[in-house]
């Protein structure tokens, strides 16, 4: 137990951390919240699948899977300032084009169906009955021997 609360205690710290540095990049909005809920709801399924899979939990995989979490806030970063370089290009050139934030919505969308497919996998392994649309919309078919794979 005292694993799981130093995991907690460490996902926190991160979240936390997270939430200040996309406050200071200015690209908090509606789809960093959807995609900090997504984090978070995969990394608890996470666990649990672990939990039960496992028949108990694993600090190496929880903090592998926080690293992971926390990487994706290197991509959000590395977008947001590859959009900013890419308008001052465009500012200082004789091009009249706009990116606005197509590059940085891009990547939150891209971030989000990965941790929803991940969710989708864990709720399946869970033994949570997910509707057919869901599993179609996250890109996900049954085989042969009836089981979900990525299309």
């Known amino acids: 137990m005292n694993s799981l609360m130093q995991t907690f205690e460490t996902k926190t710290f991160i979240g936390a951390l997270i939430v200040v540095l996309a406050y200071i990049s200015e690209s908090m909005h509606e789809l960093f919240v959807i995609l900090a809920i997504f984090m978070v709801l995969d990394y608890i399924t996470g666990i649990l699948c672990g939990m039960i899979k496992n028949e108990g939990f694993s600090y190496k995989k929880g903090i592998t899977g926080a690293i992971k979490k926390l990487m994706y806030l ?55 009955p997910v509707p057919p649309f869901m599993t179609r919309l996250f890109g996900l078919i049954k085989d042969e021997g009836g089981n979900l794979t990525k299309k």
């Open 74 to 128: 290197v991509l959000i970063i590395i977008t947001v300032m590859l959009e900013f370089l890419i308008e001052y290009l465009l500012k200082n050139s004789s091009i009249n084009m706009e990116v606005g934030n197509s590059i940085t919505i891009a990547m939150y969308i891209y971030l989000i169906g990965t941790e929803g497919l991940s969710i989708i996998q864990n709720l399946i392994i869970l033994g949570i």
